[in-house]
C-alpha cells in the first residue's frame, strides 16, 4: 500500500469520525432555517472559517419555508422552554409547538371578537393563578416584515409601549438569541412586575416567530420594589397575508407570582389586551417613519454583526421556577376609580403623539 493511499485512508476515517460525532446538531435536510444550527454560532470556536458560517446562516434565515409539523401521536399542546432542568436556547422542535399552539383552537375559550381582534383565554387556566391568553390582530397596511422590525426594536418600544417602565437588553447568546430585562406598570392597585427572559427568533420565509421563557441571572436578582413574575413561555407568530399586510398571534403563558382578583383577569382578556395589540399596529403604521431619523440601518436582529452586547454563555444563566419566587396575594385588591374609568371609556384613541 502506498504512502499517498494510507494517508487517503486516514483523512476518510477521520471525516467520517467528525460526521458523526456532529450528527445531533444537523439532523438531515430541512426546508425549515435551523434555530439549532444558529444556536451553535456563538459556542464554536472563532476564526475565519466561523465568521463564514456566521454570515452565511445570518443572511440565509428569512429564505426558506418552514416545515409543517409531522404527524405525532403525543398529545398537543405548547411545550414549554421552562420544562428544562437546564437553560437551552430554543430549537426547531420548540418553534414549531409554538406555532401549533398559536394556531390550535382546542381548549381556547373566544372572549372578545371586534374589528379585526379576537382574544382567548385556555379553558383549563381560567381559574388558576397560572394565566394563558392568546391575542390574534389583522394588520391589513402593515406588511410582516415592518411587525417583526418593531418587535424587535428596543429603542422604539420606549416610545410605543406606555406601559413598559424599563427595558433594555442583556447579552446575546447566539445569532438569533439573547437575554434582556423588562418592567412593565399592571392595573392600580397592583404591584408592578418585572421579569428576566431569555428571547430567541427565527424567520421563516415570510413569516416570523420571537418567543421568550424567564431565566435568572446572577447580576439581576428580583428588586424590592417589584414582583418578579415568570414567563413559562411568551411570544408572537407573524404571518404574510400578502406584501402589505400580516396576522400577528400573541400567545402568553405567564405565572404572575400572585393570586389575582377575578377583575384583572376579565379586564386584560375584554380591554387590556385588545387596546394593547391595536397600540401596536398604530405603532407599526408609524415604525417606517420614525426608522428612517433614528439609525435606518441598525437592525442586529437582522444583521448580528451589527449588535453591540456582550456574549454570554449559557452557563451563566440558571432556570427561573415559579416556586422558588415569593408569591403576592393581591385577590382581595379592589379596582382603583381611576382604573375603572379609563375601562368605561371603551377603546378609545390612544395618545401616540410621541411617536413622531
Known amino acids: 500500500m502506498t504512502t499517498r493511499v494510507r494517508k487517503l485512508r486516514r483523512i476518510w476515517r477521520k471525516r467520517t469520525v467528525l460526521l458523526e460525532l456532529y450528527r445531533p446538531c444537523f439532523p438531515g435536510p430541512r426546508k425549515v432555517a435551523s434555530a439549532s444550527a444558529a444556536s451553535l454560532t456563538l459556542l464554536e470556536p472563532p476564526g475565519r472559517t466561523q465568521e463564514s458560517r456566521t454570515r452565511t446562516r445570518a443572511l440565509s434565515l428569512p429564505t426558506l419555508p418552514m416545515e409543517k409539523p409531522e404527524a405525532s401521536t403525543e398529545p398537543q399542546g405548547l411545550r414549554p422552554v421552562l420544562g428544562r432542568e437546564s437553560v437551552?436556547?430554543?430549537?426547531?422542535?420548540?418553534?414549531?409547538?409554538?406555532?401549533?399552539?398559536?394556531?390550535?383552537?382546542?381548549?381556547?375559550?373566544?372572549?372578545y371578537s371586534k374589528a379585526g381582534v379576537s382574544v382567548w383565554v385556555h379553558a383549563v387556566e381560567m381559574d388558576r393563578t397560572l394565566h394563558k391568553i392568546k391575542c390574534r390582530m389583522e394588520c391589513r397596511d402593515v406588511p410582516a416584515d415592518t411587525l417583526y422590525d418593531v418587535l424587535h426594536d428596543i429603542e422604539y418600544r420606549k416610545k410605543w409601549d406606555s406601559?413598559?417602565?424599563?427595558?433594555?437588553d442583556i447579552a446575546r447568546l447566539t445569532v438569533n438569541a439573547d437575554v434582556g430585562y423588562y418592567s412593565w406598570r399592571c392595573p392600580k392597585p397592583l404591584k408592578n412586575r418585572d421579569v428576566i427572559t431569555l428571547r430567541s427568533w427565527l424567520p421563516m420565509g415570510t413569516d416570523y416567530i420571537i418567543m421568550n421563557y424567564s431565566v435568572k441571572h446572577p447580576k439581576y436578582p428580583p428588586r424590592k420594589d417589584l414582583v418578579r413574575a415568570v414567563s413559562i413561555q411568551t411570544g408572537y407568530l407573524i404571518q404574510s397575508t400578502g406584501p402589505k399586510s400580516c396576522i400577528i398571534t400573541y400567545l402568553a403563558?405567564?405565572?404572575?407570582?400572585?393570586?389575582?382578583?377575578?377583575?384583572?383577569?376579565?379586564?386584560?382578556?375584554?380591554?387590556?389586551?385588545?387596546?394593547?395589540?391595536?397600540?401596536?399596529?398604530?405603532?407599526c403604521v408609524k415604525y417606517p417613519e420614525w426608522k428612517q431619523k433614528h439609525q435606518p440601518h441598525f437592525k442586529?436582529?437582522?444583521h448580528p454583526e451589527q449588535s453591540p452586547l456582550p456574549s454570554l454563555a449559557l452557563s451563566e444563566l440558571s432556570v427561573?421556577?415559579?416556586?422558588?419566587?415569593?408569591?403576592?396575594?393581591?385577590s382581595a385588591v379592589a379596582e382603583s376609580r381611576e382604573e375603572r374609568v379609563s375601562g368605561a371609556g371603551g377603546e378609545g384613541s390612544d395618545d401616540d403623539t410621541s411617536l413622531t
Not at 437551552?88 to 372572549?111: I, K
Request: negative net charge.
Open 88 to 111: 437551552q436556547v430554543p430549537d426547531d422542535q420548540d418553534f414549531r409547538s409554538f406555532r401549533s399552539e398559536c394556531e390550535a383552537d382546542v381548549g381556547w375559550n373566544l372572549t
Open 253 to 283: 403563558q405567564v405565572d404572575p407570582k400572585g393570586s389575582l382578583p377575578k377583575w384583572v383577569v376579565n379586564k386584560s382578556s375584554q380591554f387590556l389586551a385588545p387596546k394593547a395589540m391595536k397600540k401596536m399596529y398604530k405603532a
Open 300 to 302: 442586529p436582529w437582522l
Open 320 to 330: 427561573q421556577h415559579a416556586d422558588s419566587l415569593e408569591n403576592i396575594d393581591e
Open 163 to 168: 406601559n413598559v417602565i424599563e427595558t433594555f
